[in-house]
């Protein structure tokens, strides 16, 4: 029996079981994957295959299928990243200085923070909305796919080794405290104040196959779409237009835009460098 | 064709030297890794290399388009990947101590450009790069390697020739007219 290859080679089949472990994650699990930027997907699972011990994506696939501690672990890898407090403070200032006063012409204002995985954001937007004295009539809904890290972020405790970073980020924000009067340590963790959490809901929202639940007055978003495929990113530049009252702001991470996107003119600068916008049509 | 460029410990004045040869009808893209620490949060490599070059350079930003005769640079703290026509950043973990990584930029060209891409390993300290432009030459690609004995820092396009990825080998003021030419061939 002849046998012959495509003439895309390795990397065409290397495609092929990526699309097929991604439709078989989608139609055993319902979890959609299969929209997400390749580049950093395939880097993702090469490192499951490594850990996994699966010497191809076929045979992650197989794993993932049948093991559902397996597909735990896959889904930990494709949902978290690196996140810190006050992660470019930069943006917390501007968020301060031209965000802030904005928010106080509402009276009560309600924020989504999309993609929180284990909640460094919320914790920053909570202690800056405090500090403006606006966190008693904001709420904050903090979503993830992944319910397992919604839950790490509700429990508001963190590596009391990452403080140092923390708290030279959230001074160099514009933070008006001590920062480490926002938390008690506890051997080696810092458990933030359950304060903070007060007007903050968790809950587990998919930017991918859920839709918009509210209508808000600031979407954050940061450094979530940047995993995504243009495609999907689309959808959710609609998602989050949909969701957002007119005038309503929409922060990215430092190096993502709106410019690229079909949504670009519904939405004006505030803040064009620290990627904060508001929605104007 | 896309030119991918790696550089560390040496890589500013390198990278002044090379992209301030290229003209400014350079005929492809140009993405660029300097290792760069995390927490410069502002735009001053990309002032600093934009003043030295005919070409504009700035910071990636997610989901840009690909366009001829502009230097595109890892930002700090992001590791920037080339898909077909555009760049697609990513804030996962270190790759060889660094983010940007110079392998998650070479393996992203080799994966989606293949032959149309050209990787080019410049000065540096350690191994970045050394597996990517091995992915690039495998893909068909074209890739030079700065010779190590003309780099501030050998150790780095050492690793680069030691892994088997260096098509060819040379001092850095002739990289330039290699990159022209190159570009220049059809396809």
Redesign the interface.
């Known amino acids: 029996v002849a046998v012959s290859v495509g003439i895309g080679g390795g990397g065409e089949l290397e495609r092929i079981e990526i699309d097929l472990l991604l439709e078989g994650v989608y139609r055993h699990y319902g979890i959609d994957f299969r929209g997400y930027a390749l580049g950093s997907l395939k880097r993702r699972l090469a490192r499951r295959m490594r850990e996994e011990g699966t010497p191809t994506l076929s045979a992650l696939q197989a794993k993932v299928l049948h093991e559902p501690e397996a597909m735990e672990r896959l889904l930990v890898a494709l949902s978290i990243s690196v996140t810190s407090m006050f992660r470019d403070p930069g943006f917390y200032q501007a968020f301060r200085e031209k965000v802030v006063p904005l928010l106080r012409t509402y009276p009560f204002i309600r924020l989504w923070n999309a993609g929180c995985a284990t909640g460094e954001e919320t914790f920053s937007l909570a202690i800056v909305l405090a500090e403006e004295k606006l966190l008693d009539r904001t709420r904050i809904y903090a979503t993830d796919f992944n319910a397992g890290v919604v839950d790490r972020a509700r429990a508001g405790e963190f590596p009391l080794a990452r403080m140092k970073n923390y708290t030279e980020n959230y001074l160099s924000a514009g933070g008006k405290k001590e920062f480490s009067s926002y938390y008690t340590t506890d051997g080696g963790v810092a458990r933030f104040t359950p304060t903070l959490l007060e007007n903050v809901v968790f809950a587990k929202h998919n930017l991918v196959s859920d839709g918009s639940f509210n209508e808000f007055h600031g979407i954050m978003c940061r450094n979530v779409l940047i995993y995504f495929g243009r495609t999907l990113q689309e959808r959710v530049h609609t998602l989050f237009h949909d969701s957002l009252v007119n005038f309503g702001v929409l922060g990215l991470g430092h190096k993502e835009t709106i410019r690229f996107t079909a949504l670009e003119h519904c939405y004006e600068a505030i803040d064009g460098r620290q990627k904060l916008y508001r929605r104007v049509a | 064709m896309v030119v991918v460029i790696g550089a560390s410990w040496g890589g500013l004045y390198a990278l002044m030297d090379l992209l301030g040869a290229l003209p400014v009808d350079f005929p492809a893209p140009i993405v660029v890794v300097q290792h760069r620490s995390a927490d410069t949060?502002d735009s001053r490599l990309a002032k600093v290399l934009g003043r030295y070059s005919a070409l504009p350079v700035m910071?990636?930003?997610?989901?840009?388009?690909l366009e001829p005769s502009h230097v595109y640079l890892g930002?700090a703290?992001?590791?920037v990947?080339?898909?077909h026509d555009?760049l697609?950043?990513?804030?996962?973990?270190l790759v060889q101590y660094s983010r940007p990584s110079i392998d998650?930029l070479f393996?992203?060209a080799a994966?989606?450009l293949?032959s149309q891409a050209i990787a080019v390993l410049l000065t540096g300290f350690g191994h970045d790069g050394a597996a990517g432009l091995a992915k690039v030459r495998e893909?068909g690609g074209a890739t030079i390697v700065q010779e190590p004995a003309t780099a501030m820092q050998a150790s780095m396009p050492q690793a680069g020739i030691d892994a088997g990825g260096a098509i060819e080998v040379m001092p850095l003021e002739k990289i330039a007219r290699r990159l022209i030419e190159l570009c220049r061939t059809p396809a």
């Open positions: 949060d910071d990636s930003e997610d989901k840009a388009l930002p703290g992001y590791h990947l080339v898909d555009h697609t950043l990513s804030v996962d973990d998650v393996e992203s994966d989606t293949g893909a």
